[in-house]
């Protein structure tokens, strides 16, 4: 009898990458992607002071992860995946001049960067909430896409927002708010 694994695809998620769920412990969530999209750039970072989320990135693809021990996805102290960002200028996120990456993910729905927000009501019918993000009262800037556990942010390039807006970025899980 032959038995076949499905290979892991990286899938732009509410709650992970693909299979990949938020709140797996690091070192096997690392694993998976290492054998995916190689080795990380170097250094790591914890960008926001004494925030407890540490960034691994890798640039040219435009994606960063992110690992906590905080109680986001799990209450046990293990260090685990806890988000991930995806966007053309990644790398600037590190203070890196690396270029724009390929930003080639998208989600199930095929969604990506440079999708519409047309494209995304489209995909998600009657699942898309369009707010004003990091500015109550303010001119609506960015939508999510309920899971779960989480939701996948879109941040949008062409502002003001209106249906051939184009995202410029996506994230889901623990990032720094606003």
Not at 1 to 21: E, I, K, N, R
Not at 161 to 172: D, K
């Amino acid at each position: 009898m032959t038995t076949t694994t499905a290979p892991f695809q990286l899938v732009l998620g509410p709650d992970g990458l693909g299979s990949l769920d938020f709140g797996e412990p690091t070192a096997s969530a690392m694993e998976i992607l290492v054998g995916l999209l190689g080795q990380p750039d170097p250094g790591e970072e914890y960008p926001y002071g004494g925030h407890p989320l540490r960034h691994v990135y890798w640039g040219s693809v435009g994606l960063a992860v992110v690992f906590s021990d905080y109680q986001f996805y799990r209450d046990d102290g293990e260090e685990h995946f806890a988000g991930w960002s995806h966007s053309p200028s990644i790398g600037d996120l590190a203070g890196w001049d690396h270029g724009p990456s390929s930003a080639p993910f998208k989600t199930a729905a095929g969604i990506g960067i440079d999708s519409t927000l047309a494209d995304l009501q489209t995909a998600y019918p009657d699942r898309v909430n369009i707010e004003a993000e990091c500015d109550p009262g303010g001119p609506p800037t960015a939508a999510y896409v309920h899971g779960r556990a989480s939701s996948i942010r879109f941040g949008f390039k062409d502002l003001p927002l209106e249906s051939t807006s184009r995202i410029g970025g996506m994230g889901a899980g623990a990032g720094p708010g606003c």
